[in-house]
C-alpha cells in the first residue's frame, strides 16, 4: 500500500494573503486527514511572500486541528539553526502530540538571497555536522531536552548529496523529484545501495515528492499550469493570482518549463495523472509519495489531494 504526504507550500495568494494561507494550510490538514492521508508535512520558506517561515508554529496548529494524521516539516532549512534548538522544538511538539510529528530537515535556501545572507551565522558547522549534533540531541537521553520519544526524521533533498547523507545516518529519504524536468533513479539507487540500518530506521525508507496539477475539468488544468508559470518567473509580483485572476489570464500552453511531459509537474485529467504517477512509482519503487500542488482555488486544492488519494486506495 502506498502511503501518501499531503505536502502544503502555503503559497500565498492575493484572495488570501499572508494570514489565509496560513489558516488555509491548516485547514488542509484536517481535509488531508479526513482523505486518509498519512502525514501533512510544511515548507520552510522566508520573505513577505511566503506563508510559512516558522513551520513548527505551523505544525502545531495542523496537529492541534487534527487527531491521527502525522504532522511535520519538508523541511526545517538545517543551516540557519542551532540543531539543540531544532531537537528542542520537535521534542516538545513530540511531548505535546505524542507519535505523530515528524521532522524533516534540508538545506535548502528557504527564500532570496537577501533573506538567505540575514539568517545565516557567522562561525556556522557545516551542514553534514550540524545533521550529526542533531541526532545526537534528538538520540541522546541526557538532561539536555525533556524526555519524550523521538519525532520521526526525514532528510529531504534533490541530490546525491543528501541521499548519501541520510543513508550514512539511516535516516528516511524524500526526493523533491519537482525539482527535476526529468526522474532521478540514480539518486535513490545510491541511498539504497549506500543505508546504513541505525536509530531511525533498519532499512532504507523512500518518499519522492511531487507536483500535481489535476482537476476534472481541462481547462482548470490550463489555468492551474498557469499560476505555476506565474509562481516560478521573477515577475516582482508579491502575491498569486486568485482564481477570480486567473480566470481573465490567458491559460499556459503545454511546455517544458511547466514540465506538462516531464516529472516537474504531473499534470492533466485524473486519467492522465494516474498514469504518469504509475509510470513514476514503477521507476522508484518508492514507499511513499508527497504530493504537493499550486492552486488559489481552496475547494479545488482539496480535490486536487482527493484525486489523488483515488489512485492509490487505502487499505
Not at 545516518?169 to 527535476?180: E, M, S, T, V, Y
Amino acid at each position: 500500500m502506498m502511503r501518501l504526504t499531503a505536502f502544503d507550500q502555503v503559497l500565498v495568494y492575493g484572495a488570501t494573503g499572508p494570514a489565509g494561507a496560513a489558516r488555509e494550510s491548516v485547514r488542509l490538514a484536517v481535509a488531508a486527514e479526513r482523505l486518509g492521508y498519512d502525514r501533512f508535512w510544511v515548507a520552510e520558506h522566508h520573505g513577505a511572500t511566503s506563508g510559512c517561515g516558522s513551520p513548527e508554529v505551523l505544525v502545531a496548529a495542523a496537529a492541534a486541528a487534527t487527531g491521527t494524521i502525522r504532522v511535520g516539516t519538508a523541511s526545517v532549512l538545517l543551516p540557519h539553526y542551532a540543531p539543540l534548538k531544532v531537537a528542542t522544538t520537535f521534542n516538545l511538539l513530540e511531548r505535546l502530540f505524542p507519535g505523530r510529528i515528524d521532522l524533516g530537515v534540508g538545506r535548502g535556501p528557504g527564500g532570496v538571497e537577501t533573506v538567505t545572507r540575514l539568517l545565516a551565522r557567522a562561525g556556522e558547522a557545516p551542514y553534514h555536522e550540524k545533521i550529526e549534533h542533531l541526532l545526537a540531541h534528538v538520540t541522546a537521553g541526557t538532561d539536555l531536552l525533556p524526555e519524550s520519544s523521538p519525532p520521526q526524521l526525514w532528510l529531504t533533498g534533490a541530490g546525491p548529496g543528501g541521499a548519501q547523507l541520510a543513508a550514512r545516518h539511516g535516516l528516511p529519504f524524500c526526493l523533491a523529484q519537482f525539482a527535476h524536468g526529468a526522474p532521478r533513479p540514480d539518486i535513490v539507487a545510491l541511498y539504497r545501495e549506500n543505508f546504513r540500518p541505525g536509530p531511525f530506521g533498519a532499512a532504507p525508507r523512500v518518499s519522492v515528492a511531487v507536483r500535481v496539477a489535476c482537476a476534472d475539468d481541462p481547462g482548470d488544468v490550463r489555468r492551474l499550469r498557469s499560476v505555476l508559470a506565474l509562481a516560478a518567473a521573477p515577475t516582482g509580483r508579491r502575491t498569486l493570482p486568485s482564481w477570480e485572476e486567473l480566470h481573465a489570464l490567458r491559460p499556459a500552453a503545454p511546455s517544458p518549463e511547466t514540465g506538462t511531459d516531464g516529472t516537474a509537474l504531473f499534470s492533466g485529467v485524473p486519467a492522465e495523472v494516474a498514469e504518469r504517477l504509475a509510470a513514476l512509482v514503477a521507476a522508484y519503487a518508492p514507499e511513499e509519495l508527497a504530493v504537493t500542488t499550486v492552486c488559489p482555488d481552496f475547494d479545488l486544492r482539496v480535490r486536487t489531494f482527493e484525486l489523488v488519494r483515488a489512485m492509490f486506495p487505502a487499505g
